[in-house]
C-alpha cells in the first residue's frame, strides 16, 4: 500500500491550494480518509476526514469553513482543497486511509504547504 500527496507549496495569506493523496494497493471505498498536519516540534493533528461510506465528512475547528475534503474513488484519490490560507496553516500535510474491521491504518509522506504573511 502506498499513499502518495502532492501539491503542496508556498502561498501568501488568503491564497488556495488544492492537495492530492493518490492510493495504490487499497480501494478507497473500503477505507477512511483523512488528512493531518504537523509542524515542527507538534503533533500531528487531525485536518479534514471522509467515513468509508463516504457519508461523513469532518473537520478540524480550525479549518471549517475554509478547507473542503472530497474523494475521486475511481481514481482512489483524495483531495484536500485549501482556500483562505493563513500563516498558522503552515505544515506538512499526511494524508491516512484506515479500516477499523480490517485493523490497518496507513499513512503517506508528507507534503510542505508554506503560508506567507
Known amino acids: 500500500v502506498q499513499l502518495q500527496a502532492s501539491g503542496g507549496g508556498l502561498v501568501q495569506t488568503g491564497g488556495s491550494l488544492r492537495l492530492s493523496c493518490r492510493a495504490s494497493g487499497l480501494t478507497f471505498g473500503t477505507y477512511g480518509v483523512s488528512w493531518f498536519r504537523q509542524t515542527p516540534g507538534g503533533e500531528r493533528l487531525f485536518v479534514a476526514g471522509?467515513?468509508?461510506?463516504?457519508?461523513?465528512?469532518n473537520y478540524a475547528d480550525s479549518v471549517k469553513g475554509r478547507f473542503t475534503i472530497s474523494t475521486n474513488n475511481a481514481k482512489n484519490t483524495v483531495y484536500l482543497q485549501m482556500n483562505s490560507l493563513k500563516p498558522e496553516d503552515t505544515a506538512v500535510y499526511y494524508c491516512?486511509?484506515?479500516?477499523?474491521?480490517?485493523?490497518?491504518?496507513?499513512w503517506g509522506k508528507g507534503t510542505l504547504v508554506t503560508v506567507s504573511s
Open positions: 491516512n486511509a484506515n479500516s477499523r474491521i480490517l485493523g490497518v491504518d496507513y
Open positions: 471522509i467515513s468509508r461510506a463516504g457519508d461523513g465528512i
